[in-house]
């Protein structure tokens, strides 16, 4: 018998509010299904937005979020 993956989770590029500025976050689930405000893996409340290629490219990777999924293995 297989079992599910608990921790399923994806990355999103989350621009910081006012500014060009953002960073790449872990959410719990699959995949974004389009809602506008999502819980972060590292517990914050964010706006959710379609990311563009360069939002990809230059935000750095949360290290809570990371630190939390290496956590749970
Ligand atoms: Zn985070």
Redo the contacts with the bound molecule.
Sequence with gaps: MTTLRANRHYWLPVPNEGTSAG?R??FRGPRWEGRRQER?????EVGMAQPSEMDWILFPT?????G?LKGEG
């Design positions: 960073t976050h872990a972060t893996v590292c517990g914050k949360c290290a809570d979020c990371f939390v």
